[in-house]
T-cell receptor
Framework: NAGVTQTPKFQVLKTGQSMTLQCAQD?????MSWYRQDPGMGLRLIHY???????DQGEVPNGYNVSRSTTEDFPLRLLSAAPSQTSVYFC????????????FGSGTQLSVL | AQSVSQHNHHVILSEAASLELGCNYS??????LFWYVQYPGQHLQLLLK??????LVKGIKGFEAEFIKSKFSFNLRKPSVQWSDTAEYFC????????????FGQGTTLQVKP
């Protein structure tokens, strides 16, 4: 089982560039979410989705867009990258019903110059 | 809004020392509590979780945590740490209504000296 797959693992952008971080899961999980990890701040929720076609904002949504056209995929878009978006990004998925059990991807390390 | 506070940001211990990492949360309802570990260069792994029942939960690698509802705490403990426990540790909480969202603490970096 692949679990939660994130691509790319590393990315360097210039300020103002756009890019999409990919996240795919093969566990048929309805719930998916994006977090960013910054030193001293833990992981903060950017956006999440409870199913295809349904997304909502987390704690730090500004500067990021998401869409959920399929159950498997939940891409995170940076429309105009800023140095403040330099971070490590994690995607997670889980199933509804019962206590939550999140599966995390291996992360994308993004640097914005 | 829910929040999680980890008191220790950076802990340095010698091998065989005992470990206790503090975690407090703010939420008045029923909660699910987690401790995750992130070893250098790796992604998050679940150490242990509390959903209900016995407030003393045991996880992998000899870790345990105690849920004290009256103190809104979920402290992580290990009687004797090893060099391989060097990692960053995160406490997280979610409400009992499962929405797949976790609120994380700031993290504690543990450095174990051989």
């Amino acid at each position: 089982n692949a679990g939660v797959t994130q691509t790319p693992k590393f990315q360097v952008l210039k300020t103002g560039q756009s890019m999409t971080l990919q996240c795919a899961q093969d566990m048929n999980h309805e719930y998916m979410s994006w977090y960013r990890q910054d030193p001293g701040m833990g992981l903060r929720l950017i956006h999440y989705s409870v199913g295809a076609g349904i997304t909502d904002q987390g704690e730090v949504p500004n500067g990021y867009n998401v869409s959920r056209s399929t159950t498997e995929d939940f891409p995170l878009r940076l429309l105009s990258a800023a140095p403040s978006q330099t971070s490590v990004y994690f995607c997670a998925s889980s199933s509804p019903g019962g206590p939550p059990k999140l599966f995390f991807g291996s992360g994308t390390q993004l640097s914005v110059l | 809004a829910q929040s999680v506070s980890q008191h220790n940001h950076h802990v340095i211990l010698s091998e065989a020392a005992s470990l206790e990492l503090g975690c407090n949360y703010s939420y008045g309802g029923t909660v699910n509590l987690f401790w995750y570990v992130q070893y250098p260069g790796q992604h998050l792994q679940l150490l242990l979780k509390y959903f209900s029942g016995d407030p003393l939960v045991k996880g992998i690698k000899g870790f345990e945590a105690e849920f004290i509802k009256s103190k809104f705490s979920f402290n992580l403990r290990k009687p004797s740490v090893q060099w391989s426990d060097t990692a960053e540790y995160f406490c997280a909480v979610t409400s009992s209504g499962n929405t797949g969202k976790l609120i994380f603490g700031q993290g504690t970096t543990l450095q174990v000296k051989p």
